[in-house]
């Protein structure tokens, strides 16, 4: 069956200016589904100002991979649907944050820290992804780096916890660096940043930026893994508990 993938986009800066819209006509949702389709994946798309911002229970429950991208209206996401997607993550569907989806509510909560906090500077400049984990399988097809002619900067410090694996590492024209892909587990869910995507630069059409979204989506595809039993619980084996007081009677009459 194949990997069921919801876009979804804040899809605020393409309507609002005709440059970014010129850059992605169709929305960033629209070009990111775009490519995923001809991957063979089945992908649906949701924006913020749909009903729900188009992530209700039933749309989360048929998502294997959710991909995330917000910029300006991050306090505009309603808390009961970043809880509604945590819960979701926690039980084992995949989620991509992309770019200055660093900031949205959901992956400051998936990440417990302040994940807002980092540089930035927006002066179009060439950026450097070097692939630093080169048996990670987000990193399957790609040459050792990546080179952006032109992208907003990133900076460290950028305020997340350690992350599980790390599988780019960005470098800028200024001088600054970023850990730019990064992965973490969080109950039977799996999480992937990706820094790569202002709305003003063409960076979603470039192939390799699509090959990495494409390998993240099958890596963050939730298993067919056990479900956890949390709370109160009866024992798994017979308990022989007046046998074991014994024991450790003998145990304390032998110091
Ligand atoms: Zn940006």
Same mark, same amino acid.
């Given at each position: 069956?194949?990997?069921?993938?919801?876009?979804?986009?804040?899809?605020?800066?393409?309507?609002?200016?005709?440059?970014?819209?010129?850059?992605?006509?169709?929305?960033?949702?629209? %070009?990111?589904?775009?490519?995923?389709?001809?991957?063979?994946?089945?992908?649906?798309?949701?924006?913020?100002?749909?009903?729900?911002?188009?992530?209700?229970?039933?749309?989360?429950?048929?998502? =294997?991979?959710?991909?995330?991208?917000?910029?300006?209206?991050?306090?505009?996401?309603? =808390?009961?649907?970043?809880?509604?997607?945590?819960?979701?993550?926690?039980?084992?569907?995949?989620?991509?944050?992309?770019?200055?989806?660093?900031?949205?509510?959901?992956?400051?909560?998936?990440?417990?820290?302040?994940?807002?906090?980092?540089?930035?500077?927006?002066?179009?400049?060439?950026?450097?992804?070097?692939?630093? =984990?080169?048996?990670?399988?987000?990193?399957?097809?790609?040459?050792?780096?990546?080179?952006?002619?032109?992208?907003?900067?990133?900076?460290?410090?950028? =305020?997340?916890?350690?992350?599980?694996?790390?599988?780019?590492?960005?470098?800028?024209?200024?001088?600054?660096?970023?850990?730019?892909? %990064?992965?973490?587990?969080?109950?039977?869910?799996?999480?992937?940043?990706?820094?790569?995507?202002?709305?003003?630069?063409?960076?979603?059409?470039?192939?390799?930026?699509?090959?990495?979204? %494409?390998?993240?989506?099958?890596?963050?595809?939730?298993?067919?893994?056990?479900?956890?039993?949390?709370?109160?619980?009866?024992?798994?084996?017979?308990?022989?508990?007046?046998?074991?007081?014994?024991?450790?009677?003998?145990?304390?009459?032998?110091?």
């Amino acid at each position: 069956m194949a990997i069921r993938v919801t876009v979804w986009n804040e899809y605020l800066h393409e309507v609002q200016f005709k440059e970014i819209a010129a850059v992605y006509p169709q929305g960033i949702h629209g %070009c990111i589904r775009e490519f995923l389709e001809k991957e063979g994946f089945e992908v649906k798309t949701a924006t913020l100002m749909e009903p729900e911002h188009g992530l209700t229970q039933e749309v989360l429950d048929h998502t =294997d991979v959710l991909i995330w991208w917000g910029h300006m209206a991050h306090h505009k996401v309603q =808390d009961e649907i970043v809880e509604r997607v945590y819960r979701r993550v926690l039980d084992g569907m995949g989620l991509i944050v992309l770019h200055s989806g660093h900031a949205s509510k959901i992956f400051q909560k998936l990440c417990g820290t302040d994940s807002s906090r980092l540089k930035w500077r927006e002066d179009g400049e060439k950026e450097i992804l070097w692939v630093v =984990d080169p048996g990670h399988p987000i990193a399957a097809g790609l040459g050792e780096k990546i080179i952006l002619e032109q992208e907003e900067m990133y900076g460290e410090h950028f =305020d997340i916890p350690k992350p599980d694996e790390q599988v780019f590492i960005s470098w800028f024209q200024g001088g600054e660096v970023f850990r730019s892909g %990064c992965c973490w587990h969080r109950g039977k869910g799996k999480v992937f940043y990706f820094r790569p995507g202002h709305e003003s630069f063409p960076v979603y059409y470039q192939p390799e930026i699509q090959k990495v979204i %494409c390998n993240a989506v099958r890596w963050a595809a939730p298993v067919d893994g056990p479900d956890s039993v949390y709370g109160n619980t009866q024992p798994v084996v017979e308990l022989h508990l007046k046998e074991m007081k014994t024991i450790a009677g003998l145990h304390e009459s032998a110091k």
